[in-house]
């Protein structure tokens, strides 16, 4: 059963003298993972680690400098970009800062409807219907349907960003620090959303975070990343309990809520 | 007062100004090349409510002016022979909003013309003229504005979206048109093309003269919004749908540039009408017989004029009112964007 | 150092772009010098062409072109068509000209700018401060035209002042003093135009720059010394202020050849401005030419000077340069 995303070898240089995007500006030095279908893998790292980098490649909208990704058998990065644009829809990004992420002038509506409009094959009563639908799964009453963003709370802001990134029914779902920027309560309240839909749609996520808490309580896997290459990667229980690198122990004691074992304290 | 209440006092007053001008035709008493050989340079009349033997009348009216005995420009009011002002009436010909025809005036008479801000060389009411060369001024104003808005703003937004060799270049380019003088760009563009055509093809040369010029700016300015806007994570997202580059720039990136163009805008008109005036005074911009309050100056160019005819200098300040509504505009969008300090590069004097 | 190098090719770089433009765009449009000789029957067909051979003007455009940047290398500007001279002494006579003039009017500018910006910034908020900006408002509200074409009626109907020119008849005849006179009255109106012009934008800069500065609190420390109060303003909040007023001023300095062209052609002021406008009448193109790149190396000097003023006087910038 091949995996449903499987990266190899993947790099990623930033040409010198040409400004690199912002915040995203860590390279790759050859990062391979794989990802089953219907299962989370947590990237977990500092930041500069380069996870950012790896979430956008992988969603197709930055450019590898070299090695390969394979989702659902087919290397994406060999496609062009009319082919790309057919692939989009299966693979989905989720950002951290909702604020940046959804056009804070639009309606919750617009938003999650964006995709379909973008993709073109749907009447606006379609549109309109199907968005509405999302809204709901993912929690948010018909009431703020028409609100706009910038008159929603951070959660339900996240949560609209879910939405929007499930309308084209994807299988695979990025998530770049997408809990981050939450209070601790909403943080619980959007995990658990997200495991439901992981359970009734069939998802698979590809969780980054800098938090092991929150790898521990959404992942099947746990991926470490330290300058632009994966370090340690392997089941979540076992990374937590017997964490093999420097690395990995340093995070792990950096994060609040991990019980401490004897082996994750690290020699100063 | 508030800045949003600031803004709508501005926008209110340049409404009522541009309405006024708008209005041409109804408020003129006469038609602007009606010329009336046998009243040159006549001085502005006055509109009396107590005659000459102290009767009052409930009806304005005015005395019609006489040469002086003996003189050859001096003129005294003729309290023989005085004509009533009617209002509401039927005159001359013209195209309200431009195309409907149609023949009520505010005011106007019966006989005799009053000319309530002078005549000129071939006897033409200089009111009438005033308000009818501002439709002409104003709407090369705006139209330039137009022009150069949207030039700046597609060349802005290319260089800033796309970047790389295109942004160099447009870049470059725009640094050139900065670094030239205003002034000299404008008459060189316009007297290098053909002197001497006909007045609507003059006018629309004007404005696209104008609206060259002044790309640049704005065009820095949309440049920056774009770069800013493309780095959004919105505009990732919406590229993870699949969206193309036009979509981006017309859905997303426009609507950012909205704010500094209509800041711009206000800056620019006042700016496009000051040129046409200047134009059109030293003989490169709208032609005779047609208005515009730069050729209504033009007379002010002889020396006879200036000395004996003060009253030819009145177009000159029509558009006063109007820079005051569009610096007060400017000034309050710019408060409002929080983009207000006061920047050289915005400032009023063309070079 | 290596970045006034650079920013000095960028203008030399400048300077040609603008003189390809301006030959092009000759070039492209119709109708030269001569076609009016050409409408002209008592003119024969041959001489025009004679004529036209003459000045090369049947030859390609980058033959033109070339033979222009060679002229230049050796340091003249080619030949005016209608006044049958060499451009360079011709454009040189109206460019002083038009020099007296503007620097005269920056100098008073600046002069009167400078204590009227400082004098408001110091009373901030309170009655004299709103007088001037309500002044300067009502000054920046009039435009140029409008403001030299009322000095000019003014002048006209008091007969304090000519109407035009640099001089009076006869002034090769009058005495030292009297000469001075003369150029005073003569100079007088212009100047009045230009400075109204520029004062209230300059007040304004300078006001918005000190008052900035007022609040800082080595200012409040310095009172606390017993600081003199108009050697605080000058010495002290003045100096500090300076930078954004030092690039004004070298934008300023830019502009002394082309921003009067409209106060000249208007005052009958014999400078550049209504030479340029004659020639780009009578489509003399070498003086186009000749004075559009004149008033670019003016302008383009002035940013490089603005920028040199600036890193003389900020040992801020100097540190930050010299790191790089």
């Known amino acids: 059963m091949q995996p449903l995303l499987r990266v190899e070898n993947l790099v990623k240089h930033y040409a010198a003298g040409r400004p690199a995007p912002k915040d995203k500006s860590a390279a790759l030095d050859g990062v391979s993972l794989s990802i089953p279908a219907r299962t989370t893998l947590a990237l977990v790292g500092e930041s500069g680690s380069g996870k950012s980098t790896l979430a956008l490649c992988i969603a197709c909208l930055e450019h590898p400098t070299s090695g390969s990704i394979w989702f659902e058998g087919i290397d994406v990065v060999a496609l062009d970009e009319n082919q790309k644009r057919l692939l989009r829809p299966r693979i989905q990004l989720v950002f951290q800062d909702p604020a940046s992420s959804l056009n804070p002038r639009w309606t919750a509506l617009e938003i999650v409807s964006e995709p379909f409009f973008v993709q073109g094959r749907f009447s606006k009563q379609e549109r309109s219907d199907k968005a509405c639908t999302w809204l709901d799964h993912v929690g948010i009453s018909p009431k703020m349907v028409s609100r706009r963003v910038d008159e929603l709370s951070g959660g339900q802001k996240q949560r609209l960003a879910i939405a929007r990134a499930l309308a084209l029914e994807p299988r695979l779902i990025v998530l770049d620090e997408a809990l981050s920027a939450l209070d601790c309560s909403v943080q619980a309240q959007i995990s658990n959303l997200l495991l439901e839909l992981q359970s009734s749609l069939g998802l698979t996520y590809l969780f980054i975070t800098h938090d092991f808490a929150m790898a521990a309580h959404l992942a099947d896997e746990i991926a470490v990343m330290d300058h632009g290459r994966i370090v340690e990667s392997g089941p979540a229980e076992k990374i937590l309990r017997s964490p093999g690198q420097d690395a990995t122990r340093a995070l792990l004691a950096a994060t609040p809520g991990v019980p401490k074992t004897q082996s994750t304290l690290v020699n100063f | ?351 | 150092m290596r970045y006034f190098l650079r920013r000095t090719l960028h203008a030399v770089f400048l300077l040609f772009g603008v003189s390809l433009l301006t030959f092009l765009f000759s070039a492209l449009t119709p109708g030269n010098y001569f076609d009016e000789m050409r409408l002209n029957p008592q003119i024969s067909r041959e001489t025009v062409a004679a004529l036209r051979a003459q000045y090369q003007l049947d030859r390609p455009l980058p033959v033109r072109y070339a033979h222009w940047l060679m002229a230049v290398a050796h340091g003249e500007l080619g030949f005016s068509f209608a006044y049958n001279s060499p451009v360079g002494p011709l454009l040189w006579v109206r460019a002083r000209n038009t020099l007296f003039l503007t620097i005269t009017a920056m100098l008073l500018a600046w002069l009167l700018a400078l204590p009227l910006g400082v004098w408001s910034a110091s009373r901030f908020g309170r009655a004299p401060d709103r007088v001037l900006s309500w002044a300067t408002a009502t000054l920046l509200v009039i435009p140029d035209l409008v403001l030299a074409l009322g000095l000019l009626i003014l002048a006209v109907r008091t007969g304090w002042f000519p109407t035009g020119g640099l001089a009076s008849v006869g002034f090769e005849n009058l005495s030292p003093l009297h000469k001075l006179r003369d150029l005073a009255s003569h100079l007088a109106l212009p100047v009045a135009a230009l400075v109204l012009a520029t004062l209230p934008m300059l007040v304004r800069h300078v006001r918005a720059s000190v008052a900035e500065v007022l609040e800082a609190s080595f200012l409040r420390a310095a009172v606390g010394h017993g600081i003199p109060h108009p050697k605080l303003l000058y010495g002290y909040a003045l100096r500090a202020a300076a930078n954004p007023l030092i690039s004004l001023f070298g934008f300023s300095v830019g502009t002394l050849l082309s921003g009067s062209l409209l106060v000249e052609v208007v005052m009958s002021w014999p400078g550049l401005g209504p030479l340029l406008l004659e020639a780009i009448l009578a489509r003399d193109l070498y003086v186009v030419i000749g004075g559009v790149l004149l008033s670019m190396i003016f302008l383009v000097s002035g940013n490089l000077f603005a920028d040199v003023l600036l890193y003389w006087a900020d040992p801020r910038i100097r540190i930050a340069a010299s790191a790089k």
């Open chain 2, 1 to 351: 007062m508030t800045p949003p209440r600031k803004l709508t006092s501005w926008l209110i007053a340049l409404v009522a100004l541009h309405g006024i001008v708008a209005g041409a035709g109804f408020l003129a008493p006469y038609d602007p090349v009606e010329q009336d050989r046998d009243h040159p340079y006549l001085p502005p009349m006055r509109v009396h409510l107590m005659d000459a033997q102290h009767h009052f009348h409930s009806r304005p009216f005015f005395y019609p002016l006489r040469l002086r005995e003996g003189s050859f420009d001096q003129y005294q009011e003729d309290t023989a022979a005085a004509v009533s002002l009617r209002f509401f009436m039927r005159g001359a010909d013209y195209p309200l909003l431009g195309f409907v025809p149609c023949r009520w005036h505010l005011f106007g008479t019966d006989g005799a013309r009053i000319y309530l801000l002078g005549s000129d060389a071939y006897g033409r009411d200089q009111l009438s003229r005033i308000l009818f060369g501002g439709q002409v001024s104003l709407l090369a104003g705006l139209l330039g504005a137009g022009v150069t808005l949207f030039l700046g703003a597609l060349i802005g937004m290319t260089a800033g979206y796309y970047g790389g060799w295109r942004d160099d270049l447009l870049m470059r380019a725009a640094e050139l048109f900065l670094a030239l003088p205003w002034l000299y760009l404008l008459f060189a563009l316009r007297a290098f093309l053909p002197l001497t055509v006909s007045p609507l093809e003059a006018f629309l040369l004007v404005v696209v003269v104008i609206g060259m010029v002044g790309w640049a700016r704005p065009a820095r300015l949309v440049r920056g919004v774009a770069l800013s806007v493309k780095e959004r994570d919105f505009v990732r997202a919406a590229r993870g749908f699949g969206a193309s580059d036009s979509y981006l720039l017309r859905r997303h990136i426009l609507p950012e540039t909205a704010s500094v163009l209509l800041t711009q805008a206000a800056i620019l008109v006042p700016q496009f009408v000051l040129a046409e005036m200047t134009l059109s005074f030293l003989g490169l911009g709208v032609p005779e017989p047609m208005a515009s309050w730069g050729n209504l100056l033009a007379s002010l160019q002889q020396y006879s004029v200036l000395v004996s005819y003060w009253w030819m200098y009145v177009p000159a300040l029509a558009i006063v009112p109007f820079f005051l509504g569009y610096l007060g505009l400017a000034s309050a969008l710019q408060q409002r964007s929080g983009a207000y300090k006061i920047d050289e590069k915005s400032s009023w004097s063309p070079t």
